[in-house]
């Protein structure tokens, strides 16, 4: 049975339910849309706290993180699973003059490529929160394996402060430091507020590589 219209899509869906949504809504419309580069991750790259490298942005959708990382240096691996969304991205990116610094796959971070342990910094808004339960410490162990020690994950991500409904899972504090808390350090962790259409409620998570 699919899901009800007012649900975010599942990544187990694959090439389906997220594809058809890139392709039947209007990129204003999408809820985790922010129409510009993500608030969090501007003040995060501006505070120099993370040196310029080689980046992966996971789920990258419209692409407006992944061009904003490219505009700072930034050599960008962008992932999303929905072709018509890397499409999107690509469009933007060449508005934006900076198509040739970014690395665009059709895959799924939990089937990623291994490019070795050469990244930087992974950024991920609102991706982490739709895995399926058992994917979760799977997705923590493939960050771990392209991330330098020492290297940065970047997560946004529903908090259990969002009130209960359709849409991704509600994380408490505790849930994400059981799945990272044996490869990472956390460096910040803290309420945050999506931009975008919805404005839910958030974490805002800064780790760490050990």
Same mark, same amino acid.
């Given at each position: 049975?699919?899901?009800?219209k007012?649900?975010?899509?599942r ?5 389906g ?8 809504t209007?990129?204003?419309?999408l809820?985790?849309?922010?129409g ?6 501007? #003040?995060? %790259?501006?505070?120099q706290a *993370?040196p310029? $490298?080689r980046?992966?942005?996971?789920g990258?959708g419209?692409?407006?993180?992944a061009?904003?990382?490219?505009k700072?240096g930034?050599?960008v691996l ?13 469009i933007?990116a ?8 970014i690395?665009?796959r ?10 070795g342990?050469t ?6 808004r609102v ?8 994917d979760?410490?799977d997705?923590? #162990?493939? %960050?771990?394996?392209v991330l *330098?020690?020492? $290297?940065?994950l ?6 259990e ?13 505790e849930e994400i430091?059981s799945?990272?808390s ?6 910040d ?5 999506l931009?975008?259409p919805?404005?839910?409620?958030i ?6 590589r050990?």
């Amino acid at each position: 049975m699919p899901p009800k219209k007012t649900e975010t899509p599942r990544l187990i869906d694959k090439y389906g339910t997220w594809d058809e949504v890139y392709r039947k809504t209007p990129p204003s419309e999408l809820p985790w849309n922010a129409g510009q580069p993500d608030p969090e991750l501007v #003040r995060l %790259i501006e505070s120099q706290a *993370i040196p310029v $490298g080689r980046a992966i942005d996971i789920g990258t959708g419209p692409g407006h993180d992944a061009i904003f990382l490219a505009k700072k240096g930034f050599r960008v691996l962008a992932l999303d699973i929905a072709p018509s969304a890397v499409e999107l991205a690509k469009i933007n990116a060449k508005k934006a003059g900076v198509e040739v610094a970014i690395d665009y796959r059709v895959e799924s971070v939990l089937k990623l490529s291994s490019p070795g342990r050469t990244a930087t910094f992974v950024n991920d808004r609102v991706c982490f929160e739709v895995l399926d339960k058992e994917d979760r410490e799977d997705y923590a #162990r493939k %960050i771990s394996e392209v991330l *330098i020690p020492g $290297g940065h994950l970047f997560l946004r991500t529903f908090s259990e402060k969002e009130p209960p409904g359709p849409g991704p899972h509600r994380f408490t504090r505790e849930e994400i430091e059981s799945v990272f808390s044996k490869d990472f350090d956390f460096i910040d962790f803290r309420d945050g507020v999506l931009a975008g259409p919805r404005q839910a409620k958030i974490y805002v998570v800064l780790l760490r590589r050990k």
